[in-house]
């Protein structure tokens, strides 16, 4: 799959095109999970090119991403995010590109925000029609509705004993928070695949598309199944329907050193750029 190929630039012009299309994807989840939750509390405010989010409590799209693509935001502007996110008890968390440039750092730490984490974004461009790989006894189809909650079995199974490769993580989420999550990126246009390994479901994985780009929201293969090609299936799978739809860049975010970054760079993606995690408590 690496043959011939060229690494691909990063430059900011692609940086704020995947980090738009984020904004759009937590935008569009946050906004499900409160449809889903009527009458709770919740919001998304637009910032400077990106968006701040809360979804509900202890929600993986509490957040602000994509920002500093749109110019440094202003103190106001922060202001009103912070004022919102302490309304809920919840922390502010921004997941900054460092190619978003240096000024909006500077001005996060100067208003409080701490460094916690790290996490990587990698990318390849998808040129021609990527092959799809099958190992033997693998197969992997789009996941429909009618099997929604054995998919979700699978999926929070594998979230539940990750590999430990790498740096840790910053954050954990309980099983149930996992899966109303991936409820609410299947209402946000996220697309399912299933990995059937010997005719029993072993993986699942999910991509999502907006400005050209295939967004890999998640990948997970259940222990008993692992070092078997399913992670690499679902992977190739992707990809060529990603292509189909006309999709030119794939991207992933994984935890840096990980063993799925590791396994993504030798499916042909390269490392773009590293988000700063930082984190202002109410």
């Known amino acids: ?8 630039f990063c430059d900011t012009a692609l940086a704020g095109r995947i980090e738009r299309a984020e904004a759009q994807l937590i ?3 946050s906004e499900a999970a409160r449809r889903r939750r009527a009458g709770a ?19 993986p799209f509490n957040k602000v991403a994509g920002l500093g693509f749109g110019g440094v935001p202003g103190a106001a502007a922060l202001g009103e995010i912070e004022r919102a996110f302490a309304a809920c008890g919840a922390p ?10 240096p000024a909006t750092g500077a001005l ?11 996490e990587n974004v990698l990318g390849r461009a998808i040129d021609g029609e990527p092959g799809r790989i099958t190992p033997p006894g693998v197969e992997v189809r789009p996941s429909g509705d009618e099997e929604l909650e054995l998919w979700l079995d699978v999926v929070a199974d594998a979230v539940a004993h990750p590999d430990t490769q790498g740096v840790p993580s910053h954050e954990e989420f309980p099983r149930e928070v996992i899966e109303a999550a991936e409820r609410d990126f299947a209402a946000a246009g996220v697309l399912r695949y299933a990995a059937l390994r010997d005719g029993v479901i072993a993986g699942g994985a999910s991509f999502h598309m907006a400005e050209g780009i295939a967004q890999l929201t998640g990948a997970a293969t259940a222990p008993a ?3 078997r090609g399913v992670q690499t299936a679902m992977l190739s799978a992707r990809l060529a329907d990603a292509a189909a739809a006309g999709c030119d860049i794939a991207v ?19 490392l773009l750029y590293t988000r700063a995690i930082l984190v202002k408590q109410p």
């Open 1 to 8: 799959m690496n043959a011939g190929r060229s690494p691909l």
């Open 27 to 29: 935008a569009r989840a």
């Open 41 to 59: 509390a919740g919001f998304v405010i637009p910032v400077a090119g990106g968006v701040a989010s809360f979804a509900a409590e202890g929600s």
């Open 92 to 101: 502010v968390q921004i997941e900054l590109a460092h190619l978003a440039g």
């Open 108 to 118: 996060l730490t100067e208003r409080g925000y701490r460094l916690v984490s790290f």
């Open 225 to 227: 199944h692992r070092r």
């Open 252 to 270: 992933v975010t994984t935890q840096p050193g990980s063993k799925s970054q590791q396994n993504v760079q030798r499916q042909g993606f390269d």
